[in-house]
């Protein structure tokens, strides 16, 4: 053993010098491998950044000491880093584990590589040689015993914790548990017997309230009051914390519950529905809690009782309902707030009343463990019935009105449940002389055509009510009592079955000695000879040969008896000793229809001297009045009075570079002026009363801008048509006018309590939410409220509506409930809107739309337009005269209203008339031929569209389709379809001219004879681009102060363009000829277009190539473009990577698109394998327009560096700035920026070699020497 201690002591040396000269020439070599770049092996920006330059290689660290590990195998050796290494950032080294990429791990979470497999070191960690070496470690029996005292600790340890376990095992504690109350509902439990972790739990309570295991007592419920001018409720039980008791009696006065207590009786008709019982009043309170901090509603945990105490009794019930009723009780009812059930409280055993002995209720109480609606329901039955009487009114037809003779009563009848429906004509007398004329029924002392009377039963009860009814629909109804009554009256009226009337007007209207021939025929042209007719009392007869009549102005013939049939009445000149002759006059021939408005069947102008003729029909069942109206007509015109208008505009869009052009024609209008004398003999007029009722849209787009400096806002404009209205009527003596004024917007308010004098109407500026009537657009509002004036109208006044808005209605009324979101028109609202419509009556209704667009509304079934909806309502309203729908710009209102206060004036007295032919230009045609300096945008599209003040005259995405313009020339044209069927078409036209020039034109024709409509205006739009040409002229003039050769025309800018870019601004012009021929009145005119410009817009495009110092490009350089921001902000940076880009090898390619204006500093990061990374800097200023300047900054060079300047090339548009970063080639040995390599290998090298000599000495010892 001694012998071979030296031996042994020599073998531990050498492995000892091995073992070190190994890993330092591993460390060596994966410096080399990290540090030398390749093609595949990028060095990453974040390593080259985070360790400066300037800065030393750290020395290596020591190794950790191995840790102890509670598997077999022995820790591995830690490898420290290499010189010029550090680890990973935010780690290190762990004890005992080193990754095979040459850091450390994080954390414990290692792969099988690292932990789960063999760590003892591998044999080919010590080379091949030792391996082989029969001399080695191997079997010298250090590893096992090692091994066997480590299991042995090991094995120790497991025993001692099993010990330690069975110990625990064993005296584990059966608790005691204790409960200690902590006075708030809860307790703490411990354990008597150990020292248990205390914990708190909820005490559990008997039916006394004392909890079964700390014996706590808990706190009596909360009482919760409420009280005013009469009830008493009070609230025990299941109060919720914080907590407080809401009321809120249910009303129909009050609004804010109006719709909750229509919802009430509602349920209440229901849940009566499958009784005999019906209702007779209710009583109802919305009841909840409240949290006192968050003000939401609370439900209660558990059951609570509801008292309701009354200061005094109260019965909501008619004494005579009382006093007829059969069994009146009174019921406590809930209505269920989430699901919408009723339940009678009283019949389920949960609720209690006390009432006297007129079922006036006293108290109340019931349980529930829910809040929502509570409601005391008085209900019983009752046989109920109606007294009806039927009057016979006897009357004579003077000047279109009713002038009562006499009347006597006809029968009076009892109808009750059983009794079957009644028909007015069943109830019709004959009477010898007379006819029936109609039958009505008085409410509120306004009487109600009817034809018919039925008992209806009430819906989902048993009591029933009268309905009187017109045409089927209810005009009336009355409540069946033990006294009730009714009364209706059926008219009767002489047998006149034609009427023919005579009125001159203008200076014809004071003539006395002008008498009017007319001659009646019958179908087969037969004179109607020898036939009676009374003109006023007196009684004639026609000529028995002629079938003649005459009648001055303002007379009427009234032909009675006259066989039912078909006549032509003629007027067929005056006499001889007339002063004036039918030429003289426009004659208007009139059918005068009872309670409608008068019907033009023909008229004859003046010039013609042709015998005016009208034919008509006469029968039994009612009579024919003929009106023949001649008015003294003068002629004036025709003159111009709006003169031809041309645009043309341009609008650039700066996302495509590109421009699109509009040029715009409105035509010119001629009139030729007929002035009508209308005005009829003063003896015959009387005093006209209107009873107007003005309803204005108060929403807040009222507040929108108009046009009119005068009138800034649409309010202001309507204000100011209004006073112009008032004024008007105010200055007519015979006109007795009496008003109400209702705003409305998402609500509707009657601003005027009473009927006021035109003197005092006023609508104010004040727009919805200053009124208290929201900002959002209700006609149901306002058409209610319109009809609830009605009643209280004078009954000898017209009465007329006049609505005006300025958009669709976005609220409506259904079932008495408010609908819809204020957003947009549905079919909803819609349907609301026409069912209100029709509940108007009244003799004239004008609604007025301002600006109303054309474009279908998608939320309706039908997609309507907010005028054609404006018009559907006016036709459902129940006008007598006329009822009308406009829809003009908020400018023209003014003009409307005026309008509509001479037809107001005109109802009474007449006037002059001015009737307004209309000439409209024709065979017109729109050019604009392209300048040289635009093209047509590629692939681009041009359509045509037509405007009426500015809103679309159709949807345009119907109308209109556009223009497909391909590989520079139309594969397409434009149409667009106008409301009247006529398709306008546009075309893009291409002519190569005989001198070689190419015209380019946008050209629309007209249809032959087609007649430009009223204030319309026809435009056509398109796409252009500068032409090379333009951007030619503008490189080649770049250095002159002005490199443009033109300056757009004034007005040549798109209303939204900001900034402008033409107007008056220098550029290219981008039409030659370009002009717009028509012809108006057989006169040919002609407009040329303004002409617009375009400028061109430079794009900057700056490049970097990596080459070598041959100027051949490379590929596969890395680079770090880093901005130069200010102190406290973050730094952008880029990373690029040189590479073929198409046909371009080394073109350096960024990450992400460079930001510009501003400073980045350029570094190469890993040069081309073979060649080395530059060490200088550019510094690069991009400008706003991508303009780059660029500085090198040299490592042995100024600080400032030297700029490097390059000739821009220019292709089309594109401006390109090219660099070239050069790098140098390599030596053999790349330099890889760590000392180590140089070092290490001499070290190895000597220990080898002094390795070598000890292995020698060795030798000569075993062999003795």
């Known amino acids: 053993m001694k012998r071979n201690l030296p031996l042994l002591l020599n073998k531990i040396i050498s492995l000892g010098l091995i073992v070190p000269l190994y890993l330092a020439m591993s460390i060596s070599a994966f410096a080399d491998i990290t540090d030398a770049p390749s093609e595949d092996t990028h060095t990453p920006t974040e390593e080259v950044a985070s360790v400066p330059e300037s800065s030393p290689a750290p020395e290596a660290s020591a190794p950790a000491e191995p840790s102890t590990l509670t598997n077999e195998a022995p820790a591995s050796e830690v490898t420290p880093p290499a010189a010029g290494e550090t680890p990973s950032e935010g780690t290190t080294p762990s004890e005992g584990t080193t990754s095979t990429d040459g850091t450390t791990p994080t954390d414990g979470n290692q792969g099988e590589s690292d932990i789960a497999g063999d760590q003892t070191p591998k044999d080919d960690l010590l080379g091949d040689d030792l391996n082989q070496d029969g001399d080695g470690l191997e079997g010298d029996g250090l590893d096992g015993e090692l091994d066997d005292e480590l299991e042995d600790e ?123 019982n019906e209702v007779y009043g209710f009583l109802a309170y919305d009841i909840c809690f409240t949290n006192i901090e968050t003000g939401e509603e609370v439900e209660p945990s558990d059951n609570v009782t509801i008292s309701m105490e009354y200061k005094s009794e109260i019965l909501p019930v008619s004494k005579e309902d009382v006093k007829n009723a059969k069994e009146l009780k009174v019921d406590v009812v809930h209505i269920n707030e989430k699901t919408d059930e009723v339940e009678n409280l009283t019949e389920a055993g949960s609720a209690t009343v006390s009432t006297s002995s007129n079922t006036s209720v006293k108290s109340a109480s019931f349980t529930s463990d829910s809040f929502s609606v509570y409601t005391l329901l008085w209900n019983g039955y009752t046989n109920r019935q109606i007294e009806v009487t039927f009057n016979n009114v006897f009357v004579e037809m003077l000047d279109g009105e009713e002038v009562p003779e006499y009347e006597e009563i006809q029968e009076s009848i009892n109808m009750d449940g059983s009794t079957p429906e009644i028909m007015i ?200 009045n003929i009106k023949f109206k001649n008015c003294y007509t003068t002629v004036t015109g025709p003159t111009e009075i709006v003169s031809a208008t041309v645009a043309k505009y341009i609008r650039y869009h700066a996302e495509d570079d590109n421009y699109d052009l509009t040029i715009k024609f409105k035509g010119p209008e001629q009139k030729i002026v007929t002035t009508i004398d209308t005005s009829e003999e003063l003896e015959q007029q009387e005093n006209i009363k209107v009873d107007i009722v003005l309803v204005v849209d108060k929403s807040n787009s009222m507040g929108y801008a108009t046009t009119d400096p005068n009138y800034p806002t649409r309010i202001k404009c309507v204000v100011a048509a209004v006073d112009s209205m008032v004024k008007t009527i105010k200055d007519k003596d015979d006109v007795d006018a009496k008003w109400k004024v209702i705003d409305f917007g998402q609500y509707a308010k009657l601003m005027t309590s009473n009927w006021i004098d035109t003197g005092s109407v006023v609508v104010t500026e004040n727009l919805g939410p200053a009124e208290s009537i929201g900002g959002g657009t209700n006609y149901c509002a306002g058409l209610k409220m319109a009809n609830d004036q009605m009643p209280g109208a004078r009954s000898d006044a017209k009465k007329i509506v006049i609505f005006l808005t ?115 230009s024709s065979n017109v045609v729109m050019t604009d031929t392209l300048s040289e300096y635009v093209d047509i945008v590629p692939d681009s599209t041009f359509k045509i569209n037509v405007t009426l003040d500015l809103q679309d005259v159709q949807d345009e995405s119907v109308a209109s389709v556009p223009g497909v313009i391909k590989n520079g020339i139309q594969d397409s044209p434009a149409t667009y379809t106008l409301p009247d069927g006529t398709v306008l078409t546009a075309n893009y036209i291409v002519k190569n001219n ?106 900057n495009v700056w490049e970097i190539y990596k080459v070598n110092q041959s100027g051949d490009y490379l590929d596969g350089a890395e680079f770090v473009l880093e901005e130069q921001a200010e102190e406290g902000t973050v730094a952008t940076s880029y990373t690029g990577t040189s590479q073929q880009v198409e046909q371009l090898s080394g073109l350096v390619v960024w ?115």
């Open 154 to 276: 090991l094995d120790g340890d497991k025993l001692e914790d099993e010990e330690l376990e069975e110990e625990d095992a064993e005296e584990e504690c059966e608790h005691e548990l204790v409960y200690t109350s902590n006075e708030d509902g809860s307790h703490t439990v411990t354990c008597a017997l150990c020292d248990m972790e205390e914990y708190s739990e909820t005490c559990e309570y008997d039916d006394d309230g004392i909890c079964v295991k700390c014996g706590y007592m808990r706190l009596p419920d909360p009482v919760l009051v409420y009280e005013d001018e009469y009830v008493i409720v009070t609230v025990s039980g299941a109060v919720p914390e914080n907590a407080d008791l809401k009321v809120k009696p249910i009303t129909e006065a009050d609004d804010e519950t109006r719709d909750l207590y229509n919802h009430t009786a509602n349920k209440m008709e229901e849940l009566l529905s499958n009784s005999e």
């Open 425 to 624: 004509s069943d109830k019709v007398d004959d009477i010898p002389g007379y006819k029936f004329r109609r039958a009505d029924y008085k409410v509120d002392g306004i009487g109600k055509d009817v034809d018919g009377l039925k008992l209806i039963k009430k819906d989902n009860s048993n009591s029933y009510y009268l309905q009187l009814l017109n045409e089927g629909a209810e005009v009336a109804k009355v409540a069946l009592s033990s006294s009730a009554k009714a009364t209706v009256n059926i008219y009767y009226e002489k047998n006149i079955n034609l009427t023919v009337q005579k009125i001159a007007t203008g200076a014809a209207k004071e003539d006395t000695t002008t008498t009017y021939e007319f001659v009646i025929k019958n179908s087969e042209d037969v004179p109607v000879g020898a036939t009676k007719y009374y003109v006023g009392e007196e009684l004639r007869t026609t000529d028995a040969a002629s079938g003649m009549f005459t009648l001055l102005s303002g007379q009427k013939a009234e032909f009675i008896d006259l066989p039912a049939g078909s006549y032509y009445i003629t007027e067929t000149g005056t006499s001889r000793e007339s002063t004036y002759t039918l030429g003289d006059f426009t004659t208007k021939i009139l059918e005068v229809k009872k309670n409608q408005a008068d019907t033009l069947l023909v008229q004859y102008e003046a010039a013609s001297q042709d015998s005016r003729v009208v034919e008509t029909s006469v029968d039994d069942e009612s009579t024919k």
């Open 806 to 920: 300025d958009g669709c209605p976005t609220y409506g009324i259904k079932d008495g409930k408010q609908i819809g979101k204020g957003t947009s028109l549905t079919t909803d609202i819609e349907t609301a809107t026409y069912n209100y419509a029709s509940q108007l009556e009244c003799d004239y209704f004008y609604a007025i739309g301002m600006g109303l667009g054309y474009n279908a509304y998608s939320d309706t079934s039908g997609g309507i337009d907010a005028f054609t909806l404006l018009q559907n309502m006016s036709a459902k309203v129940k006008a007598k005269e006329a009822a009308q729908a406009y829809n003009i710009s908020p400018e023209k209102v003014g003009a409307i209203f005026d309008s509509l206060a001479g037809t107001i004036s005109g109802i009474a007295a007449g006037g002059l008339e001015t009737s307004t032919e209309m000439l409209y």
């Open 994 to 1099: 005989a001198d070689g020039t190419v015209a380019r034109t946008i050209s629309m024709v007209f249809p032959q004879g087609y007649l430009l409509d009223d204030g319309y205006e026809y435009q056509v739009k398109f796409y252009v681009q500068p032409s090379d040409l333009a951007y030619d002229y503008y490189y080649d003039n770049i250095e002159d102060e002005n490199p443009y050769p033109h300056r757009g025309d004034d007005k040549t800018d798109h209303g939204n363009n900001d900034p402008i870019t033409s107007s008056l601004l220098p550029g290219f012009y981008s039409n030659g000829l370009a002009n717009t021929t028509y012809v108006i009145n057989n006169q040919p005119g002609k407009l040329d277009f303004p002409k617009p410009v375009v400028q061109v817009h430079f794009t």
């Open 1151 to 1265: 990450n992400d698109t460079v930001a510009t204006g501003k400073i980045y500093k350029l570094k190469e990061m890993q040069a081309p394998t073979g060649y080395v990374t530059s060490d200088d800097k550019w510094i690069i200023t991009i400008s706003d327009e991508n303009v780059p300047t660029v500085r090198i900054v040299t490592s042995d060079g100024n600080p400032e560096g030297t700029e490097y300047l390059v000739e821009p090339v220019r292709e089309g548009k594109v401006i390109t700035y090219r660099f070239q970063f050069t790098n140098k080639k390599a030596s053999a040995l790349p330099y890889t920026g760590g000392s180590g390599v140089y070092k290490t290998t001499v070290t190895g090298i000597a220990m080898m070699i002094l390795s070598a000599f000890m292995f020698y000495l060795n030798r000569r010892k075993k062999a003795g020497f």
